[in-house]
């Protein structure tokens, strides 16, 4: 999570490490699907996919769960599985 003025950035994803050294997050796919959300006072948060990788939409439905949360913008980049998603979420939760 990389928090910027009145958003934040978030990258869920998974990578495996194949050293000690190496650093897992390199080894992710960045930008494989990319949202964002905005939170409306008494209404659903509104969302658009910014890029789209795979025929999940996953990411744009998690960008406005946690838009729900937050006043600020959310910009996600999520390279999970669609099972994998809820996971993800709970621990990027601002």
Same mark, same amino acid.
């Given at each position: 999570?990389? #928090?910027?003025? /009145?958003?934040?950035? *978030?990258?869920?994803?998974?990578?495996?490490?194949? +050293?000690? =050294?190496?650093?897992?997050?390199?080894?992710?796919?960045?930008?494989?699907?990319?949202?964002?959300?905005? #939170?409306?006072? /008494?209404?659903?948060? *509104?969302?658009?996919?910014?890029?789209?990788?795979? +025929?999940? =939409?996953?990411?744009?439905?998690?960008?406005?769960?946690?838009?729900?949360?937050?006043?600020?913008?959310?910009?996600?980049?999520?390279?999970?599985?669609?099972?994998?998603?809820?996971?993800?979420?709970?621990?990027?939760?601002?």
């Amino acid at each position: 999570i990389t #928090s910027l003025i /009145n958003s934040f950035m *978030i990258w869920a994803g998974s990578a495996n490490a194949t +050293t000690e =050294d190496s650093n897992p997050g390199e080894n992710g796919r960045l930008f494989r699907d990319w949202t964002c959300a905005m #939170s409306q006072p /008494n209404k659903q948060p *509104i969302g658009t996919t910014l890029l789209r990788t795979s +025929t999940s =939409d996953a990411a744009l439905s998690m960008a406005q769960r946690i838009a729900r949360r937050t006043p600020k913008a959310i910009f996600l980049s999520a390279d999970v599985s669609p099972q994998h998603a809820p996971v993800a979420e709970r621990s990027s939760i601002p």
